[in-house]
């Protein structure tokens, strides 16, 4: 099965139990619920892997992107303090 159906699928069964006794008094009720919810996530599969690779691809495009761009290959990180008797410590850091 699909992770992410399994993810959904353990939400369903755990936690959202909770949330259902406040809409479903009955457990009976609740269970045909959550039957149902998970009828429909399975037949909506496909429909969440096709969005699962979109989602996936377009961080590949992000990736590329970023990758992309250059960048310097230098820089400096200034940290600065003040002690006690009023004297200034710095610190230059190159960072490559």
Not at 15 to 42: H, I, N, W, Y
Request: proline share 4%.
């Amino acid at each position: 099965m699909n992770p992410i159906l399994n993810a959904v699928m353990g939400i369903i069964g755990g936690p959202l139990d909770g949330l259902l006794s406040r809409f479903f008094p009955s457990k009976e009720k609740a269970q045909e619920f959550q039957a149902e919810l998970q009828k429909m996530l399975v037949e909506q599969e496909g429909e969440i892997t096709k969005a699962a690779i979109a989602v996936q691809q377009g961080q590949i495009e992000v990736n590329k992107v970023e990758a992309s761009v250059p960048t310097a290959g230098t820089g400096f990180v200034a940290t600065g303090a003040v002690t006690d008797n009023s004297t200034y410590n710095f610190v230059i850091l190159e960072v490559n």
